[in-house]
């Protein structure tokens, strides 16, 4: 019985330890390499030499690696030898030559190969063909995170004959905030300032945002909204309630000009976007003065857009919803003052609405836009083209036609909602 037990415990003292030894080093995962993406300018009909970026992979050498064609460029042809010579750098090397008369995007997709023959995941050459030696290109990945937080500034026209439209304003605010308090929508923060059409007439040292009896500013953040919805309402009462400075109908982009001046602290606590609303059932009349297109002291949506641009130049984008009086600014055709303001929403992605509708509509749809925005919708480009002829516009890879997107100054205002993960590419000809 003895030497029964010894030779079964000889047996598992060697042999299982063995077993153990095997199953660990069968257990180990290989890992797949990786590729990346890259682009390069080209020239029509002009020989150029490209490379794939340096692939990564733990357990193989980088001179190792394999680099694969998958798909060669449509508009255009590479060398027989394209990433076919190993051991040295040209394994990545290809020679590309464009169609005589293409211009756009060309890709190349490819993929990497290991020593223990796994693929990476396919990785693109993007080959941008231009006949101009000027051209440039603008790549970005739209963010995966949502617009997180943004400032809505609320602009009112407080005349006596806004006071209807006042309460129903204030009964109303759930309609846009509502958005923001549902579960999935959590994540996204706003704060609010509640702005009188005729602060433009004050000092810059005065203060502008309605305030409360100790002179703070009235809480109308997301976090009050959460915590407590009928104090937030109640703040957002008294501060739209609070009387004019003057019971003339006032100038909305005047003010909202003066105020950012007056109030940048609030502005600048952080690089959010600016959501501005205007509610008014009078006409526009900054910076006219009376006058008409073609006189002196004319200024139209245009250039006030500009000019907030310019004055509020680190925001990350200006965003304008009038709500107005379609009759006013239709019949008021001295100034143009219907094309102003439907002008300054649709240069700012934003959108016009009538004030003779519910309110409670117009927050609603508002509120839907502002909580699903793009994080990338405007794109500035400096020293491009001003001529939509020389713009070309990709979305993931696929060329937007021209009505898909508007030309301001420097900037490309895309006309579409930008989803997380979406790769965006602008080629374009410096001035």
């Not at 030696?133 to 004959?161: C, G, M």
């Not at 509502?178 to 609010?192: A, I, Q, R, T, V």
């Not at 420097?410 to 930008?418: A, F, G, P, W």
Request: charged share 25%.
């Amino acid at each position: 019985m003895r030497i029964y037990l010894f030779i079964i415990v000889f047996f598992c003292f060697f042999g299982c330890s063995s077993n153990d030894d095997t199953s660990t080093t069968s257990a180990q995962t290989k890992i797949a390499p990786k590729a990346f993406n890259s682009s390069i300018i080209a020239f029509t009909a002009t020989p150029t030499t490209l490379f794939a970026p340096i692939g990564e992979d733990p357990d193989t050498l980088k001179e190792e690696l394999v680099y694969k064609i998958i798909k060669a460029p449509s508009h255009g042809i590479i060398d027989d030898h394209c990433f076919l010579n190993t051991n040295s750098e040209s394994n990545r090397s290809c020679r590309y030559f464009s169609d005589d008369k293409f211009e756009g995007l060309d890709t190349i997709e490819y993929q990497i190969i290991d020593k223990d023959n796994l693929s990476s995941k396919s990785a693109f050459i993007d080959i941008f063909v231009s006949k101009n030696r000027f051209s440039k290109v603008f790549t970005q990945t739209i963010n995966e995170n949502p617009q997180e937080e943004l400032n809505i500034v609320w602009v009112i026209d407080k005349s006596e004959s806004m006071l209807e439209k006042r309460h129903e304003l204030q009964d109303s605010i759930i309609a846009l905030t509502n958005h923001f308090l549902s579960k999935e929508k959590s994540h996204l923060n706003f704060k609010m300032g509640v702005l009188d059409s005729n602060v433009y007439k004050l000092n810059p040292s005065k203060p502008f945002f309605a305030r409360d009896l100790k002179g703070n500013i009235f809480d109308l953040s997301s976090d009050l909204a959460r915590r407590d919805f009928d104090s937030f309402q109640e703040n957002f009462a008294n501060a739209i309630a609070k009387e004019s400075i003057e019971k003339s109908p006032g100038r909305i982009i005047a003010s909202i000009d003066q105020a950012y001046l007056g109030e940048s602290n609030w502005f600048k606590t952080t690089d959010r976007e600016v959501v501005y609303i205007i509610v008014s059932n009078n006409s526009e009349l900054s910076y006219t003065k009376g006058s008409t297109p073609g006189d002196s002291n004319y200024i139209d949506s245009l250039d006030w857009y500009e000019k907030l641009t310019q004055t509020q130049s680190h925001i990350k984008k200006l965003k304008f919803y009038p709500i107005v009086d379609y009759k006013v600014t239709k019949t008021k055709t001295s100034s143009d003052l219907y094309n102003r303001y439907h002008k300054l929403a649709s240069v700012s992605n934003g959108e016009l609405f009538d004030i003779s509708n519910p309110l409670e509509y117009s927050l609603n749809q508002i509120g839907k836009q502002i909580t699903t925005l793009p994080e990338n919708s405007v794109v500035k480009l400096n020293n491009a083209s001003r001529s939509p002829s020389n713009i070309k516009v990709y979305l993931d890879r696929k060329l937007l036609s021209i009505d898909q997107w508007n030309l301001y100054k420097d900037e490309i205002h895309i006309k579409r909602q930008l989803k997380p993960g979406s790769f965006l590419q602008i080629q374009y000809t410096e001035q």
